[in-house]
């Protein structure tokens, strides 16, 4: 029972803060207003594959976590990416800083990158599970500096 509680915490908690940020974005959001890059996908497109990642993410971690494989280094890591995640549409769409969110966006992708190392050494499918957000966060700092680049 105490398993099944740590997968639906661990599976909610990434898709209520990502909720919760798309509620506070939505009223500064100007995607369909901005110059983009060719492949930018519509941007009812990124709800719903925000959402597959985060219970990809959710999964991962609850599989380390459930193993008795969640030391501080894994914990430090996933929590801390998370929060630059869901820093950078505020970054982007609720300040505009363009050029900073080309930043962090890349800044994201190599705490991804590592998180994915981390959690290698740790399990191997918690890392795979992981790698749907890597290919996307890369479309996505392919979009963002592309969007600064055609807006600036």
Known sequence: ????????????????LGGIVGLIISKFMDYNQLLK???????????????????????SYSILQTNDLTDNKVKNI???????????PIIFFVFKWRLFACFWIIALLLLIIYMISIFYEKNKLAAYLQIPYLIW????TYLTIGVYWLNA
């Open 137 to 140: 966060t890369v479309f996505a």
């Open 78 to 88: 996933y929590y801390l990416q998370l929060v630059i995640n869901l820093l950078w």
């Open 1 to 16: 029972m105490k398993n099944k509680w740590v997968w639906i915490k661990n599976i909610l908690f990434p898709i209520v």
């Open 37 to 59: 890059p060719p492949f930018a996908p519509p941007g009812a497109v990124f709800g719903i594959v925000w959402s597959i990642i985060y219970i990809l993410m959710g999964i």
